[in-house]
């Protein structure tokens, strides 16, 4: 007999599930010696192609049952994220010792808002919205198969009574509930929790003074960076290849047009756009949030230009790349990745990879092996780095 969450035909609309199986097995029936879970996302309009995890797990009959079903219960039970909104199917399948199914356990559920609450984000209206070309798709499918972002403080009661346990006694920091300035969340690609890492950056550097940003979007994450930057005493030099700010985000870029400035480039030409070369060149702080697929080669050829001791924030990290090739790839430009722990740990839900300038490009690989592989023998380690070689 099973019992689990999540219940067939349910509606989950946060963005984490709590898997909670429970077996109790009557030694009369057949015995499984296989139990295998798979977690299957269907396509959705934007995510064209199904998702699936899951994983087997043999029982040994040669030690105590019950004791041995606890433990594949501990692996099962256990929180994963949906990061995709969409239809979900939950299946449990228990085989014999000659591989036969002997039961098999779907529960279908559906993660996303509720037709209440996509109601009421289709009626909302934010003076800050902006909706283009470039987000238009993702933004405008709210039928389903969007992404978790429309679990949005618009819907707060939906939460608050869903999930009575979490509710809203203490806010997400993840992309959701985004909106500095109380903007819309069209006009923001920059979550609370990533909000929270650079300003963490900020406090820990504060000789920090020359920012530049790769992918203004909406302008709006940009006053944080302008801000910083203007009560430091420096400039905020923002690039995008279209300008995408909305007239009333124009209006307050011009009451800081002395330390918030914005350049029309493709991140991509070449030779480097000659405006991007000199501020990148003058820059003690680089944002990398411009187009997805080419990240590494923005943070490379500008991160090239930077001095010692300025640091490179990468959003959406790792994205295309393993975490790895970002390690060995900047520390070969003398920039060693750091606060690993901080940016993936539990208390904050942020996407950014950080790296600081080191004198040499040795030492930022010695750094690399002090921090992040630092539970390796230290010469095995540089050379696996400088040599391209994977270090787990
Ligand atoms: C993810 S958005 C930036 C989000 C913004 N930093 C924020 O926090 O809201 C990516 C931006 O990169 C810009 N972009 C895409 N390709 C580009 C290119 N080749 N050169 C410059 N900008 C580009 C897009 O126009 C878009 O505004």
Same mark, same amino acid.
């Given at each position: 007999?099973?019992? !689990?969450?999540? #219940?067939?035909?349910?509606?989950?609309?946060? /963005?984490? =599930?709590?898997?909670? +199986? *429970?077996?109790?097995?009557?030694?009369?029936?057949?015995?499984?010696?296989?139990?295998?879970?798979?977690?299957?996302?269907?396509?959705?309009?934007?995510?064209?192609?199904?998702?699936?995890?899951?994983?087997?797990?043999?029982?040994?009959?040669?030690?105590?049952?019950?004791?041995?079903?606890?433990?594949?219960?501990?692996?099962?039970?256990?929180?994963?994220?949906?990061?995709?909104?969409?239809?979900? !199917?939950?299946? #449990?399948?228990?085989?014999?010792?000659?591989? /036969?199914? =002997?039961?098999?356990? +779907? *529960?279908?559920?559906?993660?996303?808002?509720?037709?209440?609450?996509?109601?009421?984000?289709?009626?909302?209206?934010?003076?800050?919205?902006?909706?283009?070309?470039?987000?238009?798709?993702?933004?405008?499918?709210?039928?389903?198969?969007?992404?978790?972002?429309?679990?949005?403080?618009?819907?707060?009661?939906?939460?608050?009574?869903?999930?009575?346990?979490?509710?809203?006694?203490?806010?997400?920091? !993840?992309?959701?509930?985004?909106?500095?300035?109380?903007?819309?969340?069209?006009?923001?690609?920059?979550?609370?929790?990533?909000?929270?890492?650079?300003?963490?950056?900020?406090?820990?550097?504060?000789?920090?003074?020359?920012?530049?940003?790769?992918?203004?979007?909406?302008?709006?994450?940009?006053?944080?960076?302008?801000?910083?930057?203007?009560?430091?005493?420096?400039?905020?030099?923002?690039?995008?290849?279209?300008?995408?700010?909305?007239?009333?985000?124009?209006?307050?870029?011009?009451?800081?047009?002395? !330390?918030?400035?914005?350049?029309?480039?493709?991140?991509?030409?070449?030779?480097?756009?000659?405006?991007?070369?000199?501020?990148?060149?003058?820059?003690?702080?680089?944002?990398?949030?411009?187009?997805?697929?080419?990240?590494?080669?923005?943070?490379?050829?500008?991160?090239?230009?930077?001095?010692?001791?300025?640091?490179?924030?990468?959003?959406?990290?790792?994205?295309?790349?393993?975490?790895?090739?970002?390690?060995?790839?900047?520390?070969?430009?003398?920039?060693?990745?750091?606060?690993?722990?901080?940016?993936?740990?539990?208390?904050?839900?942020?996407?950014?990879?950080?790296?600081?300038?080191?004198?040499?490009?040795?030492?930022?690989?010695?750094?690399?092996?002090?921090?992040?592989?630092?539970?390796?023998?230290?010469?095995?380690?540089?050379?696996?780095?400088?040599?391209?070689?994977?270090?787990?």
């Amino acid at each position: 007999m099973i019992m !689990h969450h999540p #219940i067939n035909g349910t509606r989950i609309v946060g /963005t984490f =599930l709590d898997i909670n +199986v *429970s077996l109790s097995l009557h030694r009369e029936y057949a015995m499984p010696t296989r139990i295998c879970v798979e977690l299957l996302r269907l396509k959705t309009p934007v995510y064209e192609e199904p998702e699936s995890t899951w994983y087997c797990d043999e029982v040994d009959l040669t030690k105590d049952y019950e004791s041995e079903i606890s433990r594949h219960l501990e692996r099962l039970n256990k929180r994963v994220e949906l990061k995709v909104s969409g239809e979900y !199917h939950f299946t #449990i399948s228990l085989y014999d010792v000659e591989d /036969t199914l =002997l039961e098999k356990y +779907v *529960s279908i559920f559906h993660s996303g808002p509720s037709p209440k609450c996509l109601d009421k984000l289709k009626q909302r209206s934010n003076p800050i919205t902006t909706l283009t070309e470039y987000n238009r798709n993702e933004y405008t499918s709210l039928a389903g198969g969007t992404t978790q972002l429309f679990m949005s403080p618009l819907c707060a009661e939906e939460y608050a009574s869903f999930m009575p346990s979490e509710g809203l006694h203490t806010l997400p920091t !993840h992309s959701a509930f985004r909106g500095s300035f109380g903007v819309d969340f069209t006009s923001m690609e920059f979550g609370h929790g990533d909000l929270m890492m650079i300003n963490f950056v900020l406090v820990r550097y504060p000789t920090i003074k020359h920012i530049v940003e790769l992918g203004t979007f909406a302008g709006i994450t940009s006053f944080h960076w302008g801000i910083a930057a203007g009560l430091r005493g420096g400039e905020l030099h923002s690039f995008d290849i279209v300008d995408n700010r909305i007239e009333a985000v124009k209006g307050l870029w011009a009451l800081n047009q002395k !330390h918030m400035k914005f350049f029309l480039a493709d991140v991509n030409a070449n030779p480097m756009d000659k405006q991007m070369q000199q501020s990148s060149a003058a820059a003690d702080l680089l944002f990398v949030d411009a187009d997805s697929r080419t990240r590494m080669e923005q943070a490379v050829r500008s991160g090239s230009l930077m001095s010692e001791g300025s640091v490179i924030i990468v959003h959406d990290f790792p994205g295309r790349y393993s975490v790895f090739e970002w390690v060995k790839t900047l520390a070969n430009i003398g920039f060693a990745y750091n606060y690993h722990d901080i940016a993936t740990g539990s208390n904050v839900v942020s996407s950014v990879g950080i790296f600081e300038r080191k004198a040499s490009v040795l030492d930022s690989i010695s750094a690399v092996c002090l921090t992040t592989f630092r539970h390796h023998a230290q010469n095995e380690c540089v050379s696996a780095i400088a040599s391209g070689n994977a270090v787990q």
